[in-house]
């Protein structure tokens, strides 16, 4: 992975992806069949996947092609199959001209400020620290390179394997496990809390769903 | 790739969303168009786990490889509380259009004008 990180081919690759998700958001807003918008939608979202894999973040593509091609686009083509309000579903209301200046400005604003903003390059670091670089991205021995205490040590032993030699694999190699790491240690109260999200929508749709008999007649 | 190019796609995916989200007047149109939203700031967040580190990470340097460690995956952690935020408020919202459509025979929202007045 290494080798063809920074190559072209990841350059042309990004571009083809970041083509197809912006070509099929396209579709999505511009076309009058609300199912065949929903199919692009999915293949938007399965563009999104390859841009996840190319920054590196292999687990939120999985993540990515499971809950929104898998799961919220087979929904939205439930709700339309139960609507049954295609024919002439997608059209505009009488906002649109204000929508799309509105929408060109604020990406136009978001469009400047990311290239006028300062950002600390991980790659730069990563290339003045070797050290950095392997934790990151390659090998590593923990107990060799002396950069980090006893009580770290212990704490990303949970998260990456180490093996036999006491080598681990850096974290962006091995991302899905230090995700979970990370869902056990830091991030440990938001992941509680999305549980009680999760729930509470479940029983919420399951009560604004449920069919009375006194009401409907 | 740079960190420029992947959040210029981020923004022209964010503008797109919402202008579909402002301009449809179907409820599950604007819903599909404010999934598109959500991608966007999941690639911009992703794109900055990939690409940056915090200011001020290099001052301490005897513990820089444990702290890059620690922040890396920040981004990607923000993204997949992201998704699970997604799928519950599509969820809800697909359950509202359909109670809508039982009660109001439309999913137009421009129809729905009952609280104003």
Redesign the interface.
Known sequence: MNGVEGSNV??IA?WVV?AV??AA??M??TLRD?FR??LF?AL??MA?AG??I????E??AV??IL??VG??SI??V???V??R?MPG????????V???T???L??AL??FV??NSE?????A?EAS?P??AA??TGTYNLES?G???EE?EDQ?AVALPVGEDGTQTG??SN?TG??GG??IR??VL?FEA?SV??L???I??LA??RTREEE?S | MTLENVLLVSAVLFAIGLYGALAKSNAIMVLMSIEIMFNAVNIAAIAFSRFTVPAGLTDSPVTVTQQAVQRALTGQMLSVFVITAAAAEVALGLALVIVVYRRRDTVDVTDLTEMSG
């Open positions: 990841t350059d990004f970041s998700a912006i958001s396209i999505v807003v609300i918008a929903a939608l938007s979202f999104v841009l996840f190319l920054l590196r973040a687990f939120l993540v990515q809950v929104y799961a919220i929904l939205i439930f709700a339309i139960l609507v309000d579903g997608g059209k505009d209301n009488h906002l649109k204000v929508a799309a509105v929408a060109a604020v990406g978001a469009i990311s290239f950002f600390t390059d991980l790659d670091l620290n050290d950095v934790a990151l390179t950069a980090v205490d770290f990303i974290i962006f991302s230090a995700i990370l869902f830091d991030f938001p999305v999200l999760l509470a929508a479940m919420g749709a604004l769903l409907d």
